[in-house]
């Protein structure tokens, strides 16, 4: 089984099949959770299943890619009350090892939009192709990453994103430059602050690039996860959510 079948089993037992048995084959006991509400361990979400079924709750994959250990989703949960609003787009992260999902991150926000532009937080493009090309895409998006999203060089923007096609699928941005730039220039006016300190992860497929970072937005110590799709050089295309880091959390793992 590959890396990315493992994942795939195990996200399916738990929340499209609600089969216990099976998840619990497919997570390591001391499995390491980050969610901030659900405690450590394999037994403390498998244990959750049959409160999941009982809700109602559906998942829908969009996107999977796969570096390494690491696997990234894409998805969006339905009558998804237990976790928090009726519909919550997120990106779901694993490692494995030995076979085994030994570890999970995650960053929920309630689904909002379309946009400006009419984008869904979801729609656009899955296809991942480029495989050749993962690591070019990967260090683009790392430079990207640094000089814009960490204030290092922000008037390098345009050696990374394409001005000609910038699809954005933030739900209060619109498309191109222009559509970022103006919500950025509307948050300054209107005093609200949005700062990348640190990012954790980077994961590449392909013409698919994943980033998991911690700042600030507005006084709130904040998670922002982003997933760029990368065409011929350039940044074309543009997938995130954003969730405030409680103070509190159900474990001592961390949100990263």
Known sequence: ???????????????????????????????????????????????????????????TTHRVITEGDLVVMHNTFDN????????????DVFRVADGKVVEHWDNLQPLAGPNPSGRTMTDGATEIVDRDKT???????????????????????????????????NPQIADGLEGLGGALQMMAEA??????DTTHMLVAEG??????????????????????????GKIVEHW???????AEMAHENGKF
């Open 1 to 59: 089984m590959t890396i990315t079948e493992t994942v795939l089993n195990a996200f399916s037992a738990l929340f499209i099949q609600f089969d216990p048995e099976a998840a619990s084959v497919l997570l390591a006991p001391d499995y390491i959770q980050h969610n901030p509400a659900v405690p450590t361990g394999a037994a403390a979400i498998v244990g959750f299943v049959p409160v999941i079924q009982q809700s109602g709750m559906t998942a």
């Open 80 to 91: 998804a009350q237990a976790f928090g609003a009726e519909t919550l787009v997120a990106f």
């Open 135 to 169: 690591a070019e895409n990967k260090a683009l998006v790392s430079a990207f990453v640094s000089d814009v999203l960490h204030g290092k060089a922000p008037e390098n923007i345009a050696n990374y994103i394409s001005t000609e096609t910038y699809l954005q699928h």
């Open 191 to 196: 005093g609200i602050e949005m700062r990348y």
């Open 207 to 232: 013409n698919f690039v994943f980033a998991a970072s911690e700042g600030v937005l507005g006084e709130a110590h904040t998670a922002f996860f982003d997933l760029f799709r990368v065409e011929d």
């Open 240 to 246: 995130d959510t954003v969730s405030e880091i409680p």
